[in-house]
T-cell receptor
Framework: GAGVSQSPRYKVAKRGQDVALRCDPI?????LFWYQQALGQGPEFLTY????????KSGLPSDRFFAERPEGSVSTLKIQRTQQEDSAVYLC?????????????FGPGTRLTVT | RKEVEQDPGPFNVPEGATVAFNCTYS??????FFWYRQDCRKEPKLLMS???SGNEDGRFTAQLNRASQYISLLIRDSKLSDSATYLC???????????FGKGTKLSVKP
């Protein structure tokens, strides 16, 4: 079946522009996660949704970052007034439910370059 | 200090070699443990979960030592296709998010 999809796959933004990154989780998956992966680093947690509820946003690096999942399916990560340090791959993952045993399936990521 | 620490490598080994990766984690509340594999410019994919009793999946063996907060991955009879970055990952109890190490890069040469 279809996996997690993300769009766009690549985004180049000028410093100060706003960007919106989309994630389509696996159908029926309740939990959705966003991670940021800088070059040469492991992914770092940004935020977590269970259905439409954002239960944890402790990883968002600043108030320029905002995420939503209004109908409990597709999610959008928005970054306002992008800065060069926002350049990274943004990964979305989904899992059937939340819990230690449930595998998270990752999308291919959106590679954001801020110039 | 990062919550999950790994030797970044790179590990350059010949085909057929046995290679071992180690990882330590600092939060004793961690409850679930995994190794993920990430190919260049691709997303991470689950390689295997790690259980206290140790577990094996073909050429791959994972071990967990809760007392020492130490996780290992052993790859026997390395193949060219094993070349990738191996990410050590932990998850705390009720929280769903994964906590990744920086990754260890493995390059298997003919």
């Amino acid at each position: 079946g279809a996996g997690v999809s993300q769009s766009p796959r690549y985004k180049v933004a000028k410093r100060g522009q706003d960007v919106a990154l989309r994630c389509d989780p696996i159908s029926g998956h309740v939990s959705l996660f966003w991670y940021q992966q800088a070059l040469g680093q492991g992914p770092e947690f940004l935020t977590y949704f269970q259905n439409e509820a954002q239960l944890d946003k402790s990883g968002l690096p600043s108030d320029r970052f905002f995420a939503e999942r209004p109908e409990g399916s597709v999610s959008t990560l928005k970054i306002q007034r992008t800065q060069q340090e926002d350049s990274a791959v943004y990964l979305c993952a989904s899992s059937l439910v939340q819990g230690p045993s449930y595998e998270q399936y990752f999308g291919p990521g959106t590679r954001l370059t801020v110039t | 200090r990062k919550e999950v620490e790994q030797d970044p490598g790179p590990f350059n080994v010949p085909e057929g070699a046995t290679v071992a990766f180690n990882c330590t984690y600092s939060n004793s509340a961690s409850q679930s443990f995994f190794w993920y594999r990430q190919d260049c410019r691709k997303e991470p994919k689950l390689l295997m979960s790690v259980y206290s009793s140790g577990n094996e999946d073909g050429r791959f063996t994972a071990q967990l030592n809760r007392a020492s907060q130490y996780i290992s991955l052993l790859i026997r009879d390395s193949k060219l296709s094993d070349s990738a970055t191996y990410l050590c990952v932990v998850k705390r109890g009720s929280q769903g998010n994964l906590i990744f190490g920086k990754g260890t890069k493995l390059s298997v040469k003919p």
